[in-house]
């Protein structure tokens, strides 16, 4: 098992160079971006766009972990097709080829040409990354891989990852949009129970260094497993004020913010990037994530939902939460699709959402959020 944490952990950290290498050259990013369309597209947005970076990253880490662990290869799931068109018009299989120069040859095709740029993403794709972490090394617990099924976000966020804004100040050391929330979040889940068991969450974005301009990231991980939990965080301390924090989408429903407004008053937080607002709760930067639409997917809660676990917290079906009050938690899961459902909508999460750390927490949420405001 530890040996998949850390292949997991690797190629989280090539991907996060991938997203970097991408955003250096305006000029060069410009011919990576193309917009969504169809069964793809995300209902959320008028303009839902996908990235070169996007694709490349979700075949890095299905080519690097299906290579050390072959079985788990068909078990591997992601947001994005591997399809790109370039300005031409032709349409190219994106995929990690067996050396570099053939990476690169495929590559140049999408870049309409560019060389340059095809031969700087293929060495970046090729570089061998072995990240180190003794808390995960000294792991010892038995996962079989046969039961293990992963979901990648490979960019979160991906329209603040194109806006490519470095300059946005946090609030209360939560910044509600920038370059800092585009993350790439790779989940494994049991694929017999549903349940999320390990989750890497890469913030290729975290910090920038004044004098070089370059970007440093950071990463975090979590396993929840049969009553055994590790993770590279320690669990936040309670907060010292009374009132509750959260997080939303500043697409919420204004209903859902009234209902919030007399438990939470001014500790109601605005960001971008579903990834990200997880990540403010895992962080112990708010209380809780709330989200009642239906516009987060499997692969945008299944890693850090497997780090809030491994902490002692989660995320729970909110319609589902609200419908039942009595009965037990209603965690999300990620092994079914929703039948009757075509294109991406069959693995979003359908009931809403809400992340948290403290249980005592959720229920106060949801003694606010019942009555029906979510009719």
């Not at 917009?35 to 839902?48: C, L, R, S, V, Y």
Request: hydrophobic content about 40%; glycine content about 10%; charged content about 20%.
């Amino acid at each position: 098992m530890a040996g998949v944490l850390r292949a997991l952990l690797s190629a989280s950290e090539k991907a996060a160079n991938i997203a970097r290498v991408c955003r250096q050259e305006e000029a060069l990013f410009q011919l990576l971006i193309q917009e969504k369309t169809g069964a793809d597209k995300n209902k959320k947005f008028i303009q839902d766009f996908k990235t070169l970076a996007d694709v490349i990253i979700q075949e890095v880490v299905r080519h690097d972990v299906g290579k050390q662990f072959p079985e788990l290869l068909h078990a591997i799931h992601g947001e994005e097709s591997n399809t790109f068109e370039n300005k031409l018009g032709g349409r190219v299989e994106v995929q990690v080829c067996s050396t570099e120069t053939d990476t690169a040859a495929l590559l140049c095709s999408v870049l309409d040409g560019n060389k340059e740029a095809a031969g700087l993403l293929a060495q970046t794709i090729h570089q061998e990354i072995e990240l180190r972490d003794p808390a995960a090394e000294r792991l010892e617990l038995a996962i079989p891989t046969s039961s293990m099924g992963i979901w990648i976000d490979p960019i979160d966020s991906t329209s603040q990852y194109i806006k490519g804004r470095g300059d946005v100040e946090p609030e209360k050391g939560l910044y509600p949009s920038g370059l800092q929330s585009a993350l790439v979040l790779i989940g494994v889940y049991d694929r017999g129970s549903g349940e999320p068991i390990m989750g890497v969450i890469n913030q290729p974005f975290n910090q920038c260094d004044p004098g070089s301009l370059r970007w440093q990231g950071q990463y975090h991980w979590g396993v929840s497993y049969q009553g055994l939990s590790a993770s590279s965080l320690a669990r936040p301390a309670p907060p010292p004020h009374k009132e509750l924090s959260v997080v939303l989408s500043s697409s919420e429903t204004e209903t859902v913010k009234q209902a919030l407004m007399p438990l939470c008053g001014r500790r109601m937080y605005h960001a971008s990037g579903a990834g990200y607002k997880f990540l403010c709760v895992i962080l112990g930067l708010v209380d809780a994530y709330v989200f009642s639409e239906n516009t987060t997917f499997k692969w945008d809660s299944c890693a850090p939902h497997a780090i809030l676990c491994s902490l002692g917290g989660g995320v729970a079906d909110l319609a589902s939460s609200l419908s039942h009050p009595h009965g037990g938690l209603p965690e999300l899961q990620y092994h079914q699709p929703r039948y009757g459902v075509q294109g991406v909508e069959r693995w979003a999460n359908h009931g809403g959402l809400v992340a948290f750390l403290s249980e005592q927490s959720l229920k106060e949420i949801l003694s606010a959020l019942s009555g029906n405001v979510l009719q």
